[in-house]
């Protein structure tokens, strides 16, 4: 493994320091492009951008100007942003890892960015994407394993993050483009409720999924950053505490032990079969540990019809790839990779009716799920994040199969690093939530990344 390519950097420890003005923003800048500028041609996690350094320069001080009293600085004063090339960017041409002509893709600066910049963040740059968040990979490799792939299609933001380029990454899932990426390279990845933050500026893949989510080292790092970019937050904290996300709610504070933690549930069945048997065997590893410190585990038979979920999945999918890109594959249909065109070709075949008929499906799925959840009074499901560690090769990014049902339903999930292959790779470990309480699952996690930590 390249040791020296891998090196996350905590969020909350950064972002205090900058706060307190060690380093300057100056030195900040300097370090943050030399780094990029001495790791970055190993990994290919940024996008080529001329005259990046003057521009983070401009913008840091600009910066440094509008908070002369860094006792008012907010919370994301000067931490550099990685931010996926399919999210528009004030100042910044969105290729969507495409061969298209930027000024054809161009659209106004996302809300998500809004926010991270009202934040105090500076954006150091966009981040590779396979070709318009689908399956044709970039040129990102995996920092622990240059000849695998990162993952994708959120490939440079978890890169970047896992090779400590950036603390924090912004990507997008429509099926399992953060779980997947940030598992393979061993960091936090978490994708909110669909919905939860808002998806204007981004281009689109599959708008019923289309979900924003973003990459950090540990879960404190997710815990200081989704209050800023979700809507609608409950119980922020003082962006100088590193415990992490607001109480445990219903079951006392974060500060009792594991013992006490959450009923977790496991999908049993089709589905986990899918994983292959070195995630399957540190998934049962993982599932021994949690129930050595007490935590009640209980399997659950949820997906009988995972198939026809993965088919509905499809169908839905299918259809809005080609309907997001009608005008423009008309126009350059000839410039799309082939792995992109196939699937907008076969969207084109796909019945209207059929769409409809798969959400409505999943609109019973969710109603269902849910009753299940309630029923056998789970608090989080837990799953591997992947089938297995990153494969070997930069052809693919791939199989997003173990996050396809809980993107279906639109629930909050999260990939917590839990271990490594013999060979270095990482595995990750999958929470998922229910709808709209995003703020709970960070809490609940926390426990769990305490167990998966030794503590």
């Not at 060690?22 to 500028?37: C, G, S, Y």
């Not at 069945?269 to 994983?275: C, H, N, P, Q, T």
């Amino acid at each position: 493994m390249e040791e020296s390519l891998v090196r996350p950097r905590s969020l909350t420890r950064e972002a205090a320091a900058l706060r307190a003005g060690v380093p300057t923003l100056a030195v900040h800048v300097d370090r943050l492009v030399a780094r990029i500028e001495q790791v970055d041609p190993l990994i290919h996690a940024f996008v080529s951008e001329p005259g990046r350094p003057d521009r983070l320069h401009a913008e840091a001080r600009a910066l440094a100007a509008r908070y002369p009293d860094r006792a008012a600085a907010p919370p994301l004063y000067g931490v550099a942003v990685g931010v996926k090339d399919i999210v528009h960017v004030d100042g910044l041409p969105t290729h969507a890892g495409s061969a298209l002509p930027p000024g054809v893709l161009a659209g106004p600066q996302a809300t998500v960015v809004d926010r991270l910049r009202a934040a105090g963040a500076l954006v150091a740059g966009k981040t590779v994407t396979a070709e318009f968040a689908a399956s044709a990979p970039g040129p990102t490799r995996n920092p622990h394993h240059p000849g695998h792939t990162p993952g994708g299609s959120s490939s440079g933001s978890a890169a970047a993050v896992a090779a400590g380029l950036v603390p924090l990454a912004i990507g997008t899932q429509t099926v399992g483009s953060v779980i997947r990426p940030a598992a393979y390279c061993g960091v936090v990845g978490f994708r909110p409720t669909y919905g939860r933050i808002p998806i204007d500026g981004v281009i689109p893949n599959a708008p019923s999924f289309d979900t924003l989510g973003l990459f950090t080292a540990d879960l404190a790092g997710v815990a200081l950053a989704a209050p800023l970019l979700c809507d609608d937050w409950a119980g922020r904290r003082d962006p100088d505490d590193p415990a992490g996300p607001g109480g445990f709610e219903g079951r006392g504070g974060l500060g009792r032990t594991a013992d006490d933690g959450p009923v977790v549930g496991v999908p049993v069945g089709r589905y986990l079969e899918r994983a292959r048997p070195e995630a399957l065997k540190a998934f049962r590893e993982q599932l021994d540990r949690l129930s050595a410190r007490g935590l009640t585990v209980r399997r659950l038979d949820l997906l009988p019809d995972f198939d026809e979920l993965v088919r509905q999945l499809q169908v839905i999918n299918r259809f809005e790839l080609a309907a997001s890109h009608a005008d423009w594959f008309t126009r350059f249909g000839g410039l799309y990779r082939p792995e992109t065109a196939a699937g907008i070709r076969h969207g084109r075949t796909v019945d209207p009716g059929d769409r409809e008929a798969a959400l409505q499906a999943r609109e019973r799925f969710r109603d269902r799920l849910a009753e299940q959840r309630r029923r056998a009074g789970v608090d989080l499901l837990i799953a591997p994040s992947a089938t297995g560690p990153a494969p070997s090769g930069l052809d693919g990014t791939g199989d997003a199969v173990m996050s396809l049902p809980w993107s279906y339903a639109g629930l909050p999930a999260l990939s917590l690093p839990a271990g490594v292959t013999a060979e270095g790779l990482p595995l990750g470990l999958q929470v998922i939530g229910e709808a709209w309480a995003d703020e709970r699952l960070l809490a609940q996690a926390a426990v769990l990344e305490r167990v998966l930590d030794g503590a």
